[in-house]
């Protein structure tokens, strides 16, 4: 009880340092020495930061390509209470889902040719829909989508880890966390750099997946493709309904989520740019099929059933190999890809946001780059949202991997309308080829998006459909205020002129000492009659300061005030509303604060922060001009 | 597990909302309804608001007289492991304390003829001695004191209840921080009103403890003075030593804390503030003799044995009254007696915290009294860290008990020093009787405070025993800086006199808008040589400025500056070191930066915050003036 309580206040602990070095780190090394020299905005273009394709297929693809190590399972184990007469159907599921996959492929490679600048779902169908909510639909739901990504997949990692060690479990939050922390800095870092680092873990989880497959065939050719496990094939399982069928298809075909990585990434490509996307598409279609099915298939040879202590690929790789050293690299490298499914993600959820902001619909702050040119606040906002869910669900998240796949297929099926109504329109070379193509793929992933959202509907799935309206509305109140401030500011240009203002200007004091001094020089400075404000608690103390005022030769005119409540905002509003109403229309009140700035952070507990406070509420309340006089503590 | 977890999150919300709340809560009505009306200064005089001594009794005497609770059972626990045979050993103790508890009265009542105007052992230590720390060991020690005094009455208050209601045990942290909660709003309401809140449950628990004594000295007078469980009396049990004979006192001895309220309280006193102080001494003395005696007796003729799920006041209560209402009523009355004292500690402590701050050894703003008159931050800092003592050892306080009463020792000790040395001084009526006393007193608590430091030592004193040095050594750090700082702005008020500054006005422009027009209007007020500065982060949008700037007609001189690293505060940093490189050595820099300020608490996401940084890094790390002119946003 008090370990778990104590694991809780860790983390809230470490997330409060994160936040506040984040909050105010520009002027320490730390950030130097984690994030690396600032990079010049003429860097971004350069084209040794971009990516050839071969090296960009397995890092934008190791969120599609990790999915196949719980997509076939996922599949599986809706059809688990049926018996092993059902095992067989994975055969039919697997070569649907790969049905699936080159539809998809096929569809966003037209995506490409039509968009070669780049452009997800979102550009899609902002150029083809003049409806606003149908671009914030796509946005959203993909936004959404890789929040659930990055919890999920790294959830999951985590969990394979403490499958294998069960001595890591009671640490599985803080472990969770950390690898967010690790995925932070490194993107903070910047998209090439994490290429060289991310590179090579997805090639290797490939040839495990491909030596899996490999020795699977061979060990088929030795002992034949009918073994002692293999269970009947063609048979029709007793309970099956349609229903049935379609869950476990939707639930396989979560498998297929990430594939739209790729094209949202075009402009990170070495030119040409749409040319090595449409490379790494067919390459990873390719090395995607075979995998699942010479996965699939395997595990209907050997007969293997869904556990849920036990993954499939975890038991065929038994199987082959037992639980020696190989069977550690598998385990390691899917912990491994799923860290990296949530890297790519990284990229694709601060792109996607720094261009949904650029058009008014998210606060500005997420299209500012950061020193190392990364989307740095995109990249902190999904690192805390998906940090705050691994929280609240204590790194058990594996009940929303189902769930994300809805935001997805939504947003397939937005980009392949658009897309459909952008070859009617603008024609070109075999249009009408590539206008079928987009509506077979609108056609299929509006079904399986509907089959999720109905099938899966009472597991969570409600969740998803309630936040993404609540987004679409909330970016169309961000755009409409944009809307009306620029629209407030906008002035004539050839009428309005800045003209010189009447300045009342007023200096706070609280005595005669040498702060006062340097902040009336000022006030004397700009002002011809600035005046002097006292605020006493008791008689005695404004009597002692007019005296002193009257001894240092009044060095302008010094209005005393009593405060009976000890509260020096109070009579200084009363105040301040008294000269609001007698001054000139036009004039302008500045209020000069002198304010002490200690040495050391532990001396501000000893000084009075009424200047602060004031000045907070006097910029909130009233439209006074506010001037700090800072005095720079020599001890 | 999870529950755990939430539990200590909601206390973390709790808290930062509270926090939140403190911080800025001036302004909204919800305080005004928690604390009340606003007082005068001029209200911290009437007599209506000073306690007459009867009323005095109840709510200043709740600490020491809480303690009969648990001080008899905290001297038998040490006894415990030597049988039976040591039973009797409670009426020696218990004489023994109620021995030293009028030697303490006696002193104490020294203590008010030699200052009449109140002084616990701090005034009376900084009176007598000429070393800076010795004032310092005895405000420190009770400042410690006070706060462990809170967390422990108040956990204790919880344990009671949720021993009696096993249904609460798991939110004993919540209810402990709740009861803060509630004493620190009580306490903000100030000390008068508490008293007529308070008084009744202390008088309640008093007439319990009254009753109880009856009761059994009726039973005794029927059944006999020896009855089947009464102990033989005068043996000695073997394994007695003289170590675990002065342990088991020094533990009974805690019982005594909380008897130097009254002699710091002695201002709260309605006129004639010393002899109601004495009275209430005396009265409380009788009330707690007669009670400890009566109750010490019974627990031997019961013969009665400490048990950890049982205390020996419920095991009398029971024996008594059986589990009727009665003893429903004396659980409650022990719940509200020991949550009394720590009320009466909330008090203390920030009165106890104003003098020392007075004096410049603690933080100033501990001086500051809040609306109602009470020191607010003085509460407020101690309701925070016994909520902090409390959430770190989760509400079980109990091993504590007995460490804070070294603080008190400590403290006594020094006072009753100080008192002989100013007997010796200064002489007057029977001075020498006077001196007696507080001599004996020294000795005797000397000699108690050194038993608890050797007996305790490895169960914890050895952390009060650390942390009082600490506060010393802060304390006088303190000290130091507002001495230097003194010194440092102290102006020879003949000879300095404020000359009127060259000011340099540099006005950030982000653009041509109406904010903008509105800070140049304010800027060509006060200087006749405004320079706007333009940061743009490229080529294209530097151009697009430079020709709005001259459609505009040029109203005054523009800078622009390129940024090549998306940062505004870099090349504003250099473009300021250059300015302040060349400027007359007596010119002062003026920054005016324009500030939007949201209508709405949201919108402060939707804008940019470079204004409010800048004006934090610049007011930080340069000795410039900086201006912001707000525009208040109207969407």
Redesign the interface.
Known sequence: ??H??H???II?IVLAIFALWNAAS??FSVKRVLIGR?????ELNAQKNKLIWFIALPILSADLYSSVAYGPEAGMTELAGLGPSAKWLIVPITFSTIFLLIILILSYIMGILAYPNGGGSYAIAKDNFKEKWVALLASSSLLVDYILTVSVSVSAAVEAVSSAYPVVAPFETILAILCIVILLVINLRGVAESAKIFAWPTIGFMTCMLVLVFTGLLNESHLGFVQKNTPPFGSIPKGLSNLLLLKAFSSACSALTGIETISNSVPVFRDPKPKSAIKTYIALGIITSITLIGFGYHLYVQGISPNVHNTMLSQLAAIYFGHGIFYQIIIWFTFLVLVLAANSTFTGFSQLAAIVAEDGFL???LT????RLGYSNGIIVLASTASILIITF?AHTNALIPLYAIGVFLSFTIAQIGLVKRWKREKGPHWKTKLMINAVGALVTSAVAFIFGVTKFTSGAWIVLLIIPILIFLSLK?YR??E??TN????D??T????????I?LVLVSG????????????????DHPIAIYVG??DQSIERMEA?WK???S??RLVTIKS????V?QPLTRFLRLIEEKKPDQA?V?VIIP???SKKWW?N????HMALFL?V?L??NK????????Y????
Chains 1, 2 share one sequence.
Not at 496 to 503: C, D, K, L, R
Not at 512 to 527: D, E, Q, Y
Request: net charge positive; with cysteine.
């Open positions: 009880m008090h778990t309580s694991k809780v206040e809230f520009n002027f600032p990079m010049r905005t003429s606060p500005r702050a500012h780059r950061g020193d204590h961000v205020h944009y009306e401030v407030e500011l906008k002035i240009i050839h309005i002129h800045p003209e010189e203002s009447q300045v200007s005669v000492h040498h702060l006062v001094n340097t902040t009336l020089s000022f006030a004397k400075g700009i002002s608690f008791d002193e001894e240092w030769g060095p302008c009976r409540y000890r509260s905002l302008q500045q304010q002490f700035i001396h507990l000893l000084h009075n000045r509420w910029m909130r439209n006074i001009i506010i001037t700090m006089v800072p720079h503590l020599k001890q």
